[in-house]
């Protein structure tokens, strides 16, 4: 399994709380309840009740991180990334570095799935890089960093490619132009 496999998976592995304990709180339980339907494959029925957990208590990170999760699943990317970021903040807030490096990881992974936001993706890698640097319990900057490398490598072909397909271009226009013109 490669770095960005075991990363998905790492990232798609439902946290502590999928078993509610005896005695949990109401949004802790729609959470879990949530995380059953989602692994499940009862997308709406996860759907419902993430948004009734974040209904019943708005600053916490779990509900809005698991819709960015489905949003995603769903091919809805742009939903995705603004949930993955609403995610990171209400975590720093509420100093749950899991759940923000957690937020941060989903963001950039899915800025990579989406056409032209190659760049976008980077700059969403380096800001995990910068947090996981200070989080290494609960973060792996290492990700980040071959993230990073595999983008700039993507970057720098497109950029290779781009100049080949110019002079395969101007080739063709100078093919096209008949004889006389180009001096004989």
Not at 60 to 85: C, D, H, K
Request: glycine content about 8%; proline content about 4%.
């Amino acid at each position: 399994m490669g770095l960005a496999s075991a990363a998905r998976a790492q990232e798609a592995q439902a946290p502590s709380e999928a078993a509610s304990p005896p005695g949990a709180d109401e949004y802790t339980r729609l959470i879990s309840e949530g995380v059953s339907l989602m692994v499940s494959g009862d997308t709406d029925g996860g759907f419902d009740r993430f948004r009734r957990a974040l209904s019943s208590d708005g600053a916490r990170p779990q509900a809005p991180y698991y819709i960015a999760v489905l949003n995603r699943a769903g091919g809805n990317l742009e939903e995705a990334v603004s949930g993955f970021q609403r995610t990171a903040e209400l975590a720093e807030r509420a100093n749950e570095p899991r759940w923000q490096a957690r937020a941060l990881q989903g963001a950039a992974f899915t800025l990579e799935r989406m056409e032209g936001r190659i760049e976008e993706a980077r700059t969403a890698w380096q800001t995990y890089v910068r947090f996981a640097d200070a989080h290494t319990t609960v973060s792996h900057p290492q990700l980040g960093r071959a993230r990073i490398q595999a983008i700039d490598m993507v970057i720098e072909q497109e950029r290779v490619y781009v100049d080949v397909r110019e002079r395969i271009a101007e080739r063709e226009r100078e093919n096209a132009t008949p004889r006389r013109r180009r001096g004989r």
